[in-house]
């Protein structure tokens, strides 16, 4: 029988990679995304390699969506096994200059996201009374805390955090909750990142505060999805039931905890 795995913001980055290799990994997959045209087109790659895939628009942040995501996958494929909370936004801006919108926005995706999708996986687990992953994007900000990054890295602390205590209390019904932290990866994300950053440093032309950022990475190169996607591999897999409450970095060295 193949698992079934939901990746948030999966139509494009680092979830697309994940969904990729999840799919390759034997799992059936849940595409989902707020956008519409990149869950569509990730199907569409992902069917074309021959695997099983369906895709559920919807936002993280709002906790109806998530259940009817989760619904969704069990309606289609029967049972849920694994769910990825990916989707995240950033946030570049020195905090001075953070305005309310910005920083609800931020912690409503990239907070109550992951609480709801906790929250809708965890009882669908129960329900089916089966072991049960739940895995989370935080960062190397969630460990370290950045300038002009600082409210997102606020939101990534509150990630770690919320992936202790809910493998505390999920434990008992044998869930595993943990996360992966990357470092620096080339996505839209850090396009924007970069841009931001490029605004407010006189000294910086495009595309410096990308290659500041990734020179200090001792392993020589910035992170691809497919590095990201071993861990979040790992972490679906049976060879990882030993672990919970982890938040684990991958980022070819630059942060050491
Ligand atoms: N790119 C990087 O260097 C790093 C990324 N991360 C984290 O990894 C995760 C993925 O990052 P990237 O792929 O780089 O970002 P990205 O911006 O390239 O892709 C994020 C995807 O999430 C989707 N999304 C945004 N808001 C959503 C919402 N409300 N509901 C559903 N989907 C939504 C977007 O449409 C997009 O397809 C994020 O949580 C990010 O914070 C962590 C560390 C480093
Ligand atoms: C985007 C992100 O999390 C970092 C630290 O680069």
Redesign the pocket.
Known sequence: MSKVAVITGSGGGLGKGIAERLAKDGFKVVVNDINAEAVNSTVEEIKAGGYEVIGVQGDVSKKEHQFLLVQRAVEVFGRLDVFVNNAGI?VVTPFLDVDEAQLNKAFSINVNGVVFGTQAAAEQFKKQESKGKIINAC???GHES?EM?ST?SAT?HAVKSFTHSSAKELAPYNIRVNAYC????GTA??DR?DEEMVKYYDHMEPGDAFKE?SGNILLGRPQEPEDVANLVSFLASDDSDYITGQAIVTDGGLVFR
Do not use: E, Q
């Open positions: 950033d960062s190397i900000a950045y990054l997102y990534k990357p470092g620096v990866a994300m850090w990142i950022f």
